[in-house]
């Protein structure tokens, strides 16, 4: 397997002097095939996201229960609690590296994945991009709290975004997980499963609530071994609509389980 450039060695071990002397290096890849600019948002380095891509301003539309507003990404962050991630978080190289190896062949090389691969294919630019259609974070009840609505109306199988969140191993106790994580698949399926956990970290996909008649679906979208959970319209969604999710029996069991 081919050596890690300079840059992706000084991001790694988060040396930015280093860092800064090799951006000429920013377009060589990893031996998976990511470069410098993703593996830095896939560890949420900020700053080295910044110096290898302009930043751009990012706001977000909320109607809280007695006003609306646009709010910055760190007021976001504030009025939440939430670390805001457009992309998937992997707490070291050596973990992300271990997740890509744990994508399960049949995903990967079977007529099992044609789906997830073609998927990966259609909304790679969306996912790497970070890509979420017009929504706004809405206020419903003191029961549900806050929803996810549409702003502008989407067609059938339109992209709404990718999940992201924190990975980690899923607990062995139901208690112990989060209502927000979704199980990712791993090669061998007895071995305890990884997690996407979107309860203090993720975006705005959330916040989309749980429905037994739902007007959204979650796929698989398979990247370089990678597996994405993407949303997408189940049927015309119109302005003002509610996004919610079918989340299974699993989703009220953690609920349950993390009630006081």
């Known amino acids: 397997m081919k050596r890690l450039s300079n840059?992706?060695?000084?991001l790694i071990e988060n040396d930015i002097d280093e860092?800064?002397?090799h951006l000429?290096?920013?377009d060589?890849?990893?031996?998976?095939?990511?470069?410098?600019?993703?593996?830095a948002r896939f560890l949420d380095k900020r700053e080295c996201v910044n110096l290898l891509k302009k930043p751009h301003d990012t706001s977000f539309l909320i109607h809280f229960k007695d006003k609306r507003e646009n709010l910055s990404q760190r007021q976001f962050e504030r009025a939440f609690h939430i670390h805001y991630l457009p992309h998937l978080k992997f707490r070291n190289y050596h973990f992300f590296k271990n997740?890509?190896?744990s994508c399960p062949f049949a995903f990967r090389r079977t007529s099992l994945g044609e789906e997830m691969q073609r998927l990966g294919m259609e909304f790679k630019t969306h996912i790497q991009n970070a890509y979420i259609a017009d929504v706004s974070v809405r206020w419903i009840d003191?029961?549900?709290?806050?929803?996810?609505?549409?702003?502008?109306?989407?067609?059938?199988?339109?992209?709404?975004?990718?999940?992201?969140?924190?990975?980690?191993?899923?607990?062995?106790?139901?208690?112990?997980n989060s209502p927000y994580a979704f199980?990712?698949?791993?090669?061998?399926?007895?071995?305890?499963?990884?997690?996407?956990?979107?309860?203090?970290?993720?975006?705005?996909?959330r916040f989309v609530n749980h429905s037994h008649l739902p007007n959204l679906e979650a796929k698989g979208a398979l990247d370089r071994g990678l597996i994405h959970i993407i949303f997408?319209?189940?049927?015309?969604?119109?302005?003002g609509d509610e996004l919610t999710l079918n989340y299974g029996k699993s989703y009220w069991r953690k609920r349950l389980c993390s009630r006081p």
């Open 19 to 21: 860092f800064l002397k």
């Open 99 to 101: 997740v890509i190896k």
């Open 28 to 39: 060589i890849k990893d031996p998976l095939g990511f470069t410098p600019l993703e593996i």
């Open 183 to 205: 199980q990712y698949p791993r090669l061998f399926w007895p071995l305890r499963p990884f997690a996407i956990d979107a309860e203090i970290q993720g975006n705005l996909l």
């Open 7 to 10: 840059l992706l060695r000084a």
């Open 232 to 239: 997408l319209a189940k049927r015309p969604i119109e302005s």
């Open 142 to 176: 003191d029961t549900i709290g806050f929803g996810l609505f549409a702003e502008k109306p989407l067609k059938p199988k339109a992209f709404l975004g990718a999940y992201t969140g924190m990975f980690h191993k899923l607990r062995f106790s139901m208690q112990e």
């Open 24 to 26: 000429d290096e920013r």
